[in-house]
T-cell receptor, first 116, second 115 residues
């Protein structure tokens, strides 16, 4: 089944404790992206990746890191989480043909993170 | 800069009523893409439609229809004969060169369909 998977789905942690949220897709998509969703703000992009070893900052990259060493995986790393990073996080991927990503994005199920 | 405005924070209607969700966008691009996504109470994001800026034909898919009007920079979504299962948060999004083709999202409209 074509899908984007995220783990964990729920996480409660404490300030400063490094964590990684994994994201994996099995559709051979070139493009992957991380978003956070907060009430009243819609989705805001954290980082994106056009292809392996290519990553770029989105609108709200502060406090986050990513890597894209393999096509299928795009982990989100919080080196020192803070309470303002409490949010719902979504990973997404899309097929990128020639030119910019304009195809529909497929989303993972979301990771609800609480930082105390 | 690109921007998407969904002015309706929450809409509540009774089942079988028609309902229109508004989406107004701003962009300097001549070529761009518009999207609608649905987020049901279970939380996942479901793609509904993509529209290219050079295709102004309205689209209908079952009870769903979309009205794209470049003259007013709007891409409105209408559900005909609404059902309880349509209850969800609906997001409009825009992609274009001005945003390096990253999706710019509206804040979403929460739609409540009462039985």
């Amino acid at each position: 089944e074509a899908q984007v998977t995220q783990n964990p789905r729920y996480l409660i942690t404490v300030t400063g404790k490094k964590l990684t949220v994994t994201c994996s897709q099995n559709m051979n998509h070139e493009y992957m992206s991380w978003y956070r969703q907060d009430p009243g703000l819609g989705l805001r992009q954290i980082y994106y990746s056009m292809n392996v070893e290519v990553t770029d900052k989105g609108d709200v990259p502060e406090g986050y890191k990513v890597s894209r060493k393999e096509k299928r995986n795009f982990p989100l790393i919080l080196e020192s989480p803070s309470p303002n990073q409490t949010s719902l996080y979504f990973c997404a991927s899309s097929l990128q043909g020639p030119g910019p990503p304009r195809n529909e994005q497929f989303f993972g199920p979301g990771t609800r993170l609480t930082v105390l | 800069a690109q921007k998407v405005t969904q002015a309706q924070t929450e809409i509540s209607v009774v089942e079988k009523e028609d309902v229109t969700l508004d989406c107004v966008y701003e962009t300097r691009d001549t070529t761009y893409y518009l999207f609608w996504y649905k987020q049901p109470p279970s939380g996942e994001l479901v793609f509904l439609i993509r529209r290219n800026s050079f295709d102004e034909q309205n689209e209908i898919s079952g009870r769903y229809s979309w009205n794209f009007q470049k003259s007013t920079s709007s891409f409105n979504f209408t559900i005909t004969a609404s059902q309880v299962v349509d209850s969800a948060v609906y997001f409009c999004a825009l992609s274009g060169l001005d945003s390096n083709y990253q999706l710019i999202w509206g804040a979403g409209t929460k739609l409540i369909i009462k039985p």
